[in-house]
């Protein structure tokens, strides 16, 4: 219930063939377009998606609370079965998080990615993105290792080249107040 959303509105607007819904969606062509105007989700799933170590931190000193949502918007695009967002946004006060990549539902496969884009200040932030893979029964939710792995290397080469704390640097985080 913490990571609950408001009223969910949409339009969907398929062609598809068979006789089962997963059969339908294997074969969908179309659009569909998702939008939430108000609700609350849970401020450690936002923090998280982040990799926001310092402020989610904080959260788990306070307790986890539910921050507003401000939008979500999703315009998804079907062709033969593979679902790609043309645009997914979903913004809160603190974070923006945009959708990318895909899912089949012929394979019933995801390769999708949650890119955060946090709008404050963070002294120790790994800075995602999450990387949604897997099939459909079996989907696994991970941060994108290689992104981390070059954060990891620039943070070591800066406490080798300068000083311990300049190894700091790759993971400090400004936002943007937008």
Request: with cysteine; aromatic share 4%; charged share 20%.
């Amino acid at each position: 219930s913490k990571a609950s959303v408001g009223e969910l509105d949409g339009r969907v607007r398929l062609s598809a063939r068979g006789n089962s819904i997963a059969a339908m969606l294997a074969t969908a062509n179309g659009d569909t377009a998702l939008l939430v105007g108000e609700g609350e989700v849970s401020d450690l799933m936002l923090r998280l998606s982040n990799l926001d170590l310092a402020n989610t931190l904080g959260v788990l000193m306070r307790g986890d609370r539910n921050v507003p949502i401000r939008c979500v918007v999703a315009d998804l695009a079907f062709e033969n079965g593979v679902m790609r967002p043309r645009q997914f946004i979903f913004d809160t006060a603190h974070t923006t998080l945009v959708g990318e990549g895909h899912a089949n539902f012929a394979q019933e496969t995801l390769d999708l990615r949650l890119v955060a884009k946090p709008k404050g200040f963070s002294l120790m932030s790994l800075r995602g993105p999450i990387v949604v893979g897997g099939t459909f029964p079996d989907p696994t939710v991970l941060p994108d290792v290689t992104r981390l792995t070059a954060r990891g290397a620039a943070a070591a080469a800066l406490g080798v080249v300068a000083t311990p704390l300049a190894a700091l640097v790759p993971f400090i985080q400004f936002g943007k107040s937008e």
